[in-house]
């Protein structure tokens, strides 16, 4: 196999890979060098500033409430997704009634229906989905506030997206809303791959539902929870974010600056402000929260790999 | 791992069909069995309340579509007094979306083949060869897929600027392949390491070359593969928000999600706000429509990356 292999080889990486290191590597390296400097990137003069850029972040107020507002994201949106959806998938695939003559686990019924509705939002384009909540959200015409109206609750008519103390949570809740079908279809697929007799052998035993969740299925489903972890932290943090803070929130950002995720303040930064030195500086430490939170989520959640 | 929706439940019988058998019921078990049926209800209900959740809204914005523009704020819940399909027809020509989804078209249909090709070639290489480097390249496209974009796009959008690239279909296209590069590098060369090589082998000894044994040998193996991972590309390019925010801001060459943004945004004054929801839902039609036939490689590809 040795005939002309070196040939062969640099014939098919040259452009794929000369693609991705223009357009992917390159512009991350740029990043890095820029935000050591006062590039405006307006004008292609610019000079070096050393760390000018880090100790004005660390002053800065709004990076703080973007950094915190980022790491809520983080923390929570995985959480509460992830904990719908393995409740989701444990009551799709392993929660039905145990009929005799049926085999020892079996979802309830219509599962199959569960998981192809559960799945519509992930196909949708985040920012659709966005701009239909945001009519949602709207208080006077919304039809949040308008449903509320009809049942009788006219006192309780939140302004949502228009409240400083709702706002983020309002977006989170989107962000769920939207991401739990994948994680219902992605555990059901780990929970199908999972041998019956272990099910067997614990109703055996005379362990409830509750118990066969977190000493079967939980412990055998644990790699798949932690890699949808940090992806879902990834998502978090960086793409999905953007597009729903910035399409749904006033500013855009939020009221009082509410809403503000490092993402978005690197855009506005960079494309609003004509900062793009300061916004590549922001950028970096994205970087370093997405590293640090994958980083932490792997070394936490290591445990003993267990084979089946 | 590419099981996906056959879970036990969809090959279990509805009734139980095993032998009755008399049980002398003692008081604690009627106590168990009745626990059991409320837990049931209550965790039945969870799933049904969720399913209600997320098709709501999706059939919510499609009756707004039919409504006019005094019905949606009057009262958002009620039924539309008649079916306004001009809301339709003026979306698809006065809002531009005609042009939006031809362009949309175009970035996504030459950013999926571009895709496939390169990363085809590309996992061909790094899954088959020994080279000096070859760990290296890959990770360095794996690293791609954990770095916050937004990072790279401050710089990025100059790169693309001097190339005169900006605010070219071609040059979205360009830059779609690219950021698509790391996880379909990533898939497809666990799938070209899980082909056997016996084939290839005798096809090279029977004295086809390289590229020839690639093209009519290992691309034709790989389908299943290609498949999976180009249907992912294609949703996560049909719904891209993010790169075109910042690299494509030419109105004349808005992609659909995009165009729905700024058609939103422009609403404040020009207030034609059915027409927008006519441009809601026709923008989710044919991802939904896809989905919905291509269900199960949809969630094949969906769910594959992040069990591997």
Same mark, same amino acid.
């Given at each position: ?308 | ?87 339709? $027809?003026?979306?698809?020509?006065? /809002?531009?979306? #005609?042009?939006? !989804? %031809?362009?949309?078209? +175009? ?94 082998? $005798?096809?090279?000894?029977?004295? /086809?070359?390289? #590229?020839?044994? !690639? %093209?009519?040998?290992? +691309? ?89």
């Amino acid at each position: 196999m040795q005939h002309g292999k070196y040939r062969f080889i640099v014939g098919f990486l040259a452009v794929p890979l000369g693609l991705y290191a223009l357009f992917v590597i390159w512009p991350f390296i740029q990043s890095i060098y820029y935000s050591f400097t006062d590039w405006t990137g307006l004008s292609p003069e610019f000079e070096m500033v050393g760390f000018a850029n880090y100790e004005r972040m660390f002053d800065d107020d709004i990076f703080w409430k973007s950094l915190q507002h980022s790491l809520l994201f983080a923390l929570v949106l995985p959480l509460v997704t992830i904990g719908l959806a393995l409740f989701f998938a444990f009551m799709i695939n392993v929660g039905g009634k145990r009929r005799r003559g049926g085999p020892v686990i079996s979802g309830v019924r219509g599962s199959s229906f569960y998981k192809i509705v559960y799945f519509f939002p992930q196909v949708l384009s985040i920012a659709i989905v966005a701009l239909l909540f945001a009519f949602a959200y709207n208080p006077d015409s919304g039809s949040i506030n308008s449903l509320l109206r009809g049942i009788g609750l006219d006192s309780v008519q939140p302004l949502w997206l228009g409240d400083p103390g709702l706002a983020l949570w309002c977006v989170m809740a989107v962000l769920v809303w939207s991401t739990v079908g994948f994680f219902v279809v992605l555990f059901s697929a780990g929970m199908a791959s999972i041998p019956a007799d272990l099910y067997e052998a614990a109703l055996l035993d005379g362990a409830g539902r509750a118990s066969t969740f977190f000493r079967i299925t939980l412990p055998l489903l644990w790699d798949t929870v932690q890699s949808g972890w940090v992806y879902m932290g990834i998502l978090a943090l960086g793409a999905e974010s953007f597009a729903v803070v910035q399409i749904m929130t006033t500013g855009p950002g939020g009221p009082d600056y509410s809403t503000t995720v490092m993402v978005l303040y690197v855009y506005q930064k960079a494309f609003r402000d004509g900062q793009a030195a300061y916004a590549t500086t922001i950028g970096v430490a994205l970087l370093v929260v997405t590293l640090a939170f994958a980083a932490l989520v792997m070394r936490l959640g290591r445990r003993e790999r267990l084979e089946y | 791992m590419k099981t996906t929706d056959s879970t036990p439940s969809d090959m279990v019988p509805q009734q139980s069909g095993g032998p009755v058998r008399k049980e002398n019921a003692s008081g604690a078990q009627k106590r168990e069995k009745k626990e059991g049926t409320v837990l049931n209800v209550f965790s039945h209900g969870m799933l049904v309340l969720w399913a209600f959740m997320v098709v709501m809204p999706l059939l919510w914005a499609v009756m707004t579509s039919f409504k006019d523009d005094n019905a949606i704020f009057s009262s958002p819940w009620a039924l539309p007094d008649k079916l306004h399909f001009d809301n339709w $027809a003026r979306a698809w020509t006065d /809002a531009n979306m #005609s042009d939006y !989804f %031809l362009n949309t078209i +175009l970035v996504v249909g030459g950013s999926l083949v571009g895709t496939l090709v390169l990363g085809s070639m590309a996992a061909y290489v790094l899954a088959r060869f020994e080279f000096p480097g070859n760990g290296f390249i890959y990770y360095l496209f794996i690293g791609g897929m954990s770095f916050p974009i937004m990072l790279a796009l401050v710089p990025l959008f100059y790169v693309v600027n001097n190339m005169g690239l900006l605010n070219t279909i071609h040059g979205l296209i360009l830059v779609y392949i690219a950021y698509s590069l790391p996880f379909t590098v990533f898939f497809l060369t666990a799938f070209f390491r899980t082909l056997p090589t016996s084939v290839a082998e $005798a096809a090279f000894v029977d004295g /086809a070359s390289h #590229s020839r044994t !690639f %093209l009519q040998i290992m +691309l034709p193996m790989a389908k299943p593969g290609l498949i999976s991972v180009g249907i992912f590309n294609f949703l996560g390019q049909w719904n891209q928000y993010m790169l075109p925010t910042v690299l494509n801001t030419d109105p004349d060459k808005r992609v659909l999600t995009q165009g729905l943004v700024q058609l939103a945004a422009s609403q404040g004054y020009k207030g034609d706000w059915s027409g927008l929801f006519a441009g809601l839902v026709m923008a989710m039609i044919p991802v939904l429509a896809a989905y919905i036939i291509f269900q199960r490689q949809v969630v094949t590809g969906l769910t594959a990356g992040a069990l591997k």
